[in-house]
């Protein structure tokens, strides 16, 4: 069984200094508090010290300072649910407890008359968003997806789609058969989804960037470029997409850390352009920082156009590994102290993503109640029902309330702020709902 280290029980050992420049304990992060005070970016060397030094406090008090810089005393919420339409998969990975072969018992797809009606009740208990993802099904025809999301779009129109990790946009594109350019293939899959519905695309199937830990934990599922490339060409086409992480299995910390550096990397790129035009966070060569102190922003922190239809990494989203009923269930799962950290880490060294999120579902709403305070900004949303891990309960009815989630948010002594998808806040009165502050987009970027 996965287990958590209780907030109470970390906070209680807690003697983190919250506010202003921390001053670390260990030698070792005097030059990262520093680089951290002038908002440079941390180099891999840096990565590596966060994670070896034994003063936990201090490099949650550094998140911490970087997160309110970012986002002030607000933690965002949304009131979202999760469609997981088949856990038939052609794949085996070895940390995975979701998948079943087909034919096996447990093994199910929905039809596309209950993706209608689940979505129906979605959109009338007033979720803003649906999130959907699923095995890679070795029968179902691309059809089934466009005809999902237009079922979807047709009982629900407000309803924001974000559905299909990178790994299920690769096995549509094999599976219909587009050309021979496997990334205008990509792109050509992409553009028929959105024209269904799509309105974004989740950070799953990143697992952790190294041939190594791919080859030992996940073979057959995309490797780190083509996982890339997805989200490139999501992002040319103008959609938002998050990133994750699964860590906490057979990876090293340093190969968490080059997968942060890699992410990182691949919003410079998609930002450069944008940062030229704008003056936003750019530093010398070509990264782009958003999370450095005041001073450094004339404009806007964050990339506010982003809220526009601009295609960029919105969050990343550091997932610990939950060894129950996968074939890695003999190891232990990483540690309640350790996902504080890799928070902490994450908000740090993901200098150019605008956020970080705690999953509630995966690190329990009490911890992920306390990585607010270490970093992280977003606990995702309602959920109702999640099947692909199950903490701490054997259903996979796993939902909570907005209530609860606000009540989470205020008790650590921040600002309850419910958001949509692309973290526009919502105005709500019960289940009828408007998103509050619509950017000011030129026509051709806003988002429908
Ligand atoms: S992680 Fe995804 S691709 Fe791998 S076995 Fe599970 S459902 Fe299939």
């Known amino acids: 069984m996965h287990t958590a280290t209780s907030p109470a029980r970390t906070s209680a050992t807690s003697g983190a200094r919250r ?5 670390a304990s260990d030698p070792n992060l005097a030059s990262i508090a520093r680089k951290v005070a002038n908002g440079r970016r941390l180099s891999i060397e840096d990565g590596a010290a966060l994670y070896a030094t034994p003063d936990t406090w201090s490099v949650c008090a550094l998140a911490d ?8 005393d607000i933690a965002y919420y949304n ?5 997981n339409y088949s856990n038939v998969c052609a794949l085996s990975c070895t940390f995975c407890s979701f998948y079943r072969k087909a034919g096996q018992d447990g093994a199910y797809e929905h039809s596309i008359d209950q993706i209608r009606e689940e979505a129906a009740a979605a959109a009338a208990a007033g979720a803003t968003e649906i999130h959907i993802v699923g095995g890679l099904h070795p029968h179902l025809p691309f059809d089934y997806y466009t005809e999902m999301l237009r079922a979807i779009t047709a009982v629900a129109p407000r309803l924001h789609i974000k559905a299909f990790t990178a790994v299920e946009i690769v096995h549509f594109a094999r599976i219909s058969k587009r050309g021979r350019d496997k ?17 974004s695309l989740p950070g799953g199937g990143a697992e952790v960037f190294d041939d190594r830990v791919h080859d030992r ?5 995309i490797r780190a470029g083509t996982w890339l490339d997805v989200h490139r060409a999501a992002h040319e086409l103008g959609l938002n997409t998050n990133a994750t992480m699964l860590y906490g299995h057979i990876e090293s ?9 890699i992410l990182r990397r691949q919003q410079d790129r998609t930002l450069g352009e944008w940062a030229r035009d704008s003056g936003i966070g750019l530093q010398s060569g070509d990264a782009v920082v958003l999370t450095g102190p005041p001073e450094l922003y004339p404009g806007p922190r964050l990339p506010e156009a982003g809220r526009c239809r601009r295609g960029f990494f919105q969050a990343i989203i550091p997932l610990p590994f939950i060894p129950d009923d996968s074939s890695l269930q003999h190891l232990p799962g990483p ?7 890799t928070i902490a880490v994450a908000r740090l060294m993901l200098d150019n993503f605008p956020h ?4 509630w579902i995966m690190q329990t709403l009490e911890l992920a109640q306390f990585m607010l305070l270490n970093g992280a900004d977003d606990i995702d949303g309602t959920v109702v029902w999640y099947d692909i891990t199950k903490v701490g309960t054997t259903s996979t009815h796993q939902e909570t309330t907005a209530w609860d989630l606000q009540r989470a948010i205020r008790e650590a002594g921040l600002r309850p702020v419910e958001r949509d998808t692309l973290y526009r806040p919502i105005d709500r009165d019960g289940n009828t709902w408007r998103v509050s502050t619509p950017a000011e987009c030129p026509a051709q970027l806003r988002h429908p």
């Open 356 to 359: 970080v999120k705690a999953f």
């Open 183 to 199: 990334y205008e293939g990509l792109k050509a899959v992409l553009r028929d989804l959105v024209a269904a519905g799509l309105g």
């Open 253 to 261: 910390r340093a190969e968490r850390i080059r997968h942060m550096d």
């Open 335 to 341: 540690t309640g102290l350790e996902n504080l950290r």
């Open 65 to 72: 300072l970087v997160r309110r810089r970012m986002h002030g």
């Open 79 to 83: 009131v979202n649910r999760h469609l």
């Open 217 to 221: 934990a996940f073979k057959g599922k």
């Open 19 to 23: 506010h202003g420049t921390p001053a």
